[in-house]
């Protein structure tokens, strides 16, 4: 087997036992999504960068750690890279920006066209997930949409979209819950 | 499962709630096996929006540094390899291989302290989560018990209002009441007052004075006067100035009744020297009506039926 036909997740452990082609070859798979995040989240292209860098190297750092049976490998690293960047905007006070009304605009997984150069596999999986969520009705896609990206609190969200609470708790609820049911099977 | 858990855990598994929010939370998930089931897949389906994000390719050069400072920490993390002198007969290649064996000796004593030192950190760990546990159990329970010390002090409010309005009510009435019973007392009193007026009167007009006159020019000059209760059924005769009665005779007191065709015997009376009698009189026979008293003088001890001549006659 190739090292082009390894899993991420294979990657992964490879890269855990100290690897670094296995894991430079797993950044070239995973850094374009995440990156991609990190831009839509931070809005600044510098401070998605230094979130990528720091990223990666917590993902060296703790490859050993990862348990396959767990999640995916993407998964893992965009539960990872979401937390730091989360962590990051928090910290440098970051909500307000993140309410101004063209962030709050364009806080919406835009449906493009993936490069060429990304993997089939992601692509397909990009597809099954844009798939789940046009089954939401409109109101639970927002908010989820707006939530993933923005990173901040659901109270937060309340203010900036002018909702009520109850309204902003019930719709990520249910739609969180239909999408993890219209995309079982397909979670590890 | 409440609706209120799962709305936590899709918040918890998109991150959020604020910090201390998500500490409860974390708590409460790690003693409760289903909501941190349902936290997980909703944090992986969370995750999986990853793939719906555009990839978007990072510079280049971030590639680089990144890959450049990975290699550092691999190399770092490369245990380091000392030459070994293949010499047996080498007494630095045996002091080497000493020197290597009391090292490996003492990192493998390090190890072991440090084992021990993670498992009693975790021990700890594990204490201080159940603390937690156990300080938030508590917690709920002393929030349920002021909820409901909370309503009871509040139904007791209410009660205590409408117990008071209810006072308030009573004391009113008892005040009416009052005012009622001290007029009712001072109509008692009135009306007391009014029924011994009345009494008096009755008592009066029960009492019947007669002056009894004479014809008879020897009686002229005598008074009698008879005070009759005709309720008690009794009176009093009253004589002055009256001559003495020859002997063998006695006056004798009648009462005239209309119902009864004779006069009423009502007793002898005895005068003293000065002509003058006080004697208590009743009938012999019922009295319907005293409409006269009568003084006759008759034989002496008296007679049943009035034989003499009547000297004094009266009303």
């Not at chain 1, 992601?122 to 109101?139: C, F, H, M, N, Y």
């Not at chain 1, 659901?154 to 609820?173: C, D, M, Y």
């Not at chain 2, 009894?212 to 008879?226: D, I, P």
């Amino acid at each position: 087997m190739t090292s082009s036909e390894l899993s991420d997740e294979t990657l992964l452990q490879r890269a855990g036992g100290g690897d670094t082609r296995a894991f430079e070859q797993l950044y070239d798979r995973l850094s374009p999504r995440l990156f991609g995040l990190l831009r839509q989240m931070f809005n600044d292209e510098r401070e998605a960068e230094d979130v990528l860098q720091e990223g990666f190297l917590y993902l060296w750092d703790h490859a050993a750690n990862y348990d396959m049976t767990r999640s995916k490998a993407f998964t893992w690293a965009v539960m990872i890279f979401r937390n730091k960047a989360i962590d990051r905007l928090r910290a440098l006070g970051r909500q307000s920006r993140a309410l101004e009304a063209a962030a709050v605009e364009s806080a919406t997984l835009e449906h493009t066209h993936d490069a060429a150069d990304v993997e089939l596999e992601s692509k397909d999986r990009s597809i099954q997930v844009r798939s789940a969520l046009g089954t939401l009705p409109q109101e639970q896609r927002r908010l989820i949409e707006f939530a993933f990206i923005k990173g901040i609190t659901h109270q937060a969200i309340a203010e900036s979209l002018g909702l009520p609470l109850g309204t902003v708790k019930t719709n990520i609820r249910r739609g969180l819950l239909r999408l993890r049911d219209v995309l079982k099977g397909g979670l590890s | 499962m409440e609706e209120q858990q799962q709305d936590l855990a899709a918040l918890h598994a998109l991150r959020l709630l604020d910090n201390d929010a998500s500490s409860v939370f974390e708590i409460e998930a790690a003693r409760n096996g289903e909501l941190e089931k349902l936290t997980t897949e909703l944090e992986r389906t969370a995750a999986e929006l990853g793939h719906a994000v555009p990839a978007v390719a990072p510079p280049a050069h971030l590639k680089d540094a990144i890959m450049e400072r990975v290699r550092e920490r691999a190399r770092a993390a490369k245990p380091v390899t000392t030459p070994v002198l293949h010499s047996r007969q080498s007494p630095i290649a045996w002091g080497i291989a000493a020197a290597l064996a009391a090292g490996g000796f003492w990192l493998w004593q390090e190890r072991t302290q440090l084992t021990l030192q993670v498992a009693a950190l975790t021990q700890v760990e594990a204490e201080a989560r159940s603390q937690m546990i156990a300080v938030r159990d508590e917690r709920d329970i002393q929030e349920k018990r002021s909820a409901l010390l909370e309503q009871k002090s509040k139904e007791l409010e209410i009660k205590s209002t409408d117990t008071l309005q209810q006072l308030a009510r009573l004391m009113g009435e008892v005040e009416a009441l009052k005012k009622r019973d001290a007029g009712a007392q001072t109509q008692l009193a009135t009306l007391t007052s009014e029924l011994q007026t009345l009494r008096q009167r009755d008592a009066r007009a029960q009492m019947q004075i007669a002056t009894l006159q004479s014809t008879v020019a020897a009686y002229k000059q005598g008074v009698a006067v008879v005070v009759w209760d005709s309720e008690k059924h009794q009176g009093v005769l009253k004589l002055e100035r009256m001559p003495p009665v020859e002997a063998g005779k006695d006056y004798q007191l009648w009462v005239v009744d209309p119902k009864n065709p004779s006069p009423v015997n009502a007793g002898v009376v005895r005068v003293d020297a000065q002509g003058f009698a006080k004697v208590d009189f009743k009938p012999v026979e019922f009295v319907s009506e005293a409409a006269k008293f009568a003084l006759s003088v008759e034989k002496e001890g008296g007679v049943p039926k009035n034989e003499g001549p009547i000297i004094l006659i009266g009303p």
